[in-house]
């Protein structure tokens, strides 16, 4: 091999290093929870998981992961379409079609597979994706193995769209692509409005909705339900590896005809193995667990109230949301990471989120509440972000 790429590979990284990019991986010697563990012994508070509702460590999901491995085996070998499907994967469709209250469910690896596999089946050369500028990059990914037109609209900007759609009239189809809940923001995407454009333009409308899917709305149904869109939400993405138990796995759900489409023509469900039937068992109790402990979306949604209210007080730039997710801004790379690394020292277990994840000059720590803290919990992080933040001339 030319060692002149390997050189510049390693300068690269360098670069990252110097300008406070790099990315290290933290190494947790526990199952996940509102408290877990590091090397040496060390207990930390964590502050940055996506365990919304406390799920992912629940004993009654473990144990139906477990039944699932001892009824089903550990994985197929096989992708669907072969002979990879076994009656808990139809099992597990229709409870994703019934709790999202959608026609028909397709299921994926992850939810990076079912956002990259969504486009290309359905559009071609003669039709238009218009897609939110802040797009989770597996819709980014999605749309650039697709041939279709591309249309990007300001973030939320109502107006932008309509203009975008306009200039997209000519297309064949059109589909209108957003996040329901924006994962460095928290913010949540107008559904309504964009539906009613959707409508006006005779477009479709497509939802990732990984950071809200059952945490977000009455019934934990999301970001359609929360922004009273159900049932005019075309093509719902998601992920089963947040609220829903934090593993793995993700679905397409929607259309029937869309979905029967993605059987037959969608890659990454074609050529990739079968979800674990595992991680099918699971999430069929965690599904349930959201209908039977409603306690948990209040629980999560009054912690996330509580920290920022605490936050605010302190003098914290704080991106304003309604979501369990809390980014406190702080800009520059270098200071985000500095105090990720301090706040770590003091028992709050949270990462400084940079370039390319966030724009330059964006750089925050991302705080994400879940059921599983308690008040105590809160209180501590809020402190320790106090004391940290005065430090490091980040508050008063």
Excluded at 303 to 326: C, H, L, P, Q, Y
């Amino acid at each position: 091999m030319d060692r002149a790429m390997l050189n510049e590979i390693a300068e690269t990284i360098a670069a990252l290093e110097t300008e406070g990019l790099f990315k290290r991986e933290r190494i947790i010697t526990t199952p996940q929870g509102a408290t877990i563990g590091l090397p040496g012994g060390k207990r930390v508070l964590n502050f940055c998981s996506n365990n919304y509702l406390g799920l992912a460590s629940d004993p009654e999901v473990a144990d139906a992961a477990k039944r699932a491995i001892d009824r089903w085996g550990y994985g197929l070998s096989s992708v669907r379409f072969i002979c990879g499907t076994q009656e808990i994967h139809k099992e597990l469709e229709r409870a994703v079609t019934r709790f999202l209250g959608t026609e028909d469910t397709i299921l994926y690896a992850a939810c990076f597979d079912a956002n990259g596999g969504v486009f290309e089946p359905l559009l071609g050369s003669d039709d238009a994706i218009v897609s939110d500028e802040l797009n989770h990059a597996s819709i980014i990914d999605g749309v650039r193995l697709c041939k279709a037109q591309r249309f990007r609209y300001a973030h939320s900007d109502m107006a932008d769209l309509e203009t975008k759609l306009t200039e997209a009239a000519a297309a064949r189809r059109r589909i209108v692509c957003t996040d329901g809940v924006f994962s460095m923001d928290g913010d949540i995407a107008r559904l309504a409005e964009i539906c009613d454009l959707a409508d006006a333009h005779k477009a479709i409308v497509m939802v990732d909705d990984c950071h809200a899917t059952g945490y977000l709305g009455a019934r934990g149904r999301g970001t359609a339900e929360l922004c009273g869109v159900e049932g005019r939400v075309d093509i719902v993405t998601t992920t089963f590896g947040k609220a829903l138990g934090g593993a793995s796995g993700g679905c397409t759900s929607g259309r029937r005809e869309i979905i029967e489409m993605l059987r037959q023509r969608s890659r990454p469900y074609l050529f990739s193995n079968t979800l674990a039937p595992a991680i099918a068992g699971a999430t069929l109790r965690a599904i349930e667990l959201v209908g039977e402990r409603p306690e948990l979306r209040e629980r999560v949604m009054r912690n996330a109230r509580r920290f920022k209210g605490a936050m605010k007080s302190a003098g914290f730039d704080i991106v304003a949301g309604e979501t369990a997710i809390v980014p406190v801004m702080l800009y520059d790379e270098r200071r985000a990471v500095e105090m990720a690394d301090r706040l770590l020292d003091e028992g709050i277990y949270v990462i400084g989120f940079a370039y390319p994840v966030v724009p330059k000059g964006r750089a925050r720590i991302r705080v994400q509440l879940s059921a599983a803290h308690t008040d105590g919990d809160i209180d501590a992080a809020a402190d320790a972000f106090r004391r940290v933040g005065r430090d490091l001339g980040v508050v008063d």
